[in-house]
Nanobody
Framework: QVQLVESGGRLVQAGGSLRLSCTAS????????MGWFRQAPGKEREFVAA????????YYSDSVKGRFTISRDNAKNTVYLQMNSLKPEDTAVYYC??????????????????WGQGTQVTVSS
């Protein structure tokens, strides 16, 4: 069964750092675009960052550009989201997702076929 499993979310103070991990159950994910999304209480799920697994090319939302870094580790079948200079407004459940078409970077949730269960990130002020 195809699975994405996130980990690494926790409570952190504003200005701190956190690294989220997303481990894929199959190597086939290496032909996909992997994305991170987040959803705060009462808000729509929004795009954060994405990486094309094959090339390592990345794409970020304006709200996290310069603070967050997405990367992947082929040996571990894992995608990471390094989050620095965290702000209270970064508080959300963070989800990992896979776009199987992988033609171009997309920000709509409907374009991603596979999703993880989410991991909670809370940034205190």
């Amino acid at each position: 069964q195809v699975q994405l499993v996130e980990s690494g979310g926790r409570l952190v103070q504003a200005g701190g750092s956190l690294r989220l991990s997303c481990t894929a159950s199959e190597r086939t994910f290496r032909s996909y675009i992997m994305g991170w999304f987040r959803q705060a209480p009462g808000k729509e799920r929004e795009f954060v960052a994405a990486v094309k697994w094959s090339s390592g090319t990345t794409y970020y939302s304006d709200s996290v550009k310069g603070r967050f870094t997405i990367s992947r580790d082929n040996a571990k079948n894992t995608v990471y989201l390094q989050m620095n200079s965290l702000k209270p407004e970064d508080t959300a459940v963070y989800y990992c997702a896979a776009d199987v078409t992988a033609w171009s970077f997309k920000v709509e949730t409907s374009e991603y076929a596979y999703w993880g269960q989410g991991t909670q990130v809370t940034v205190s002020s």
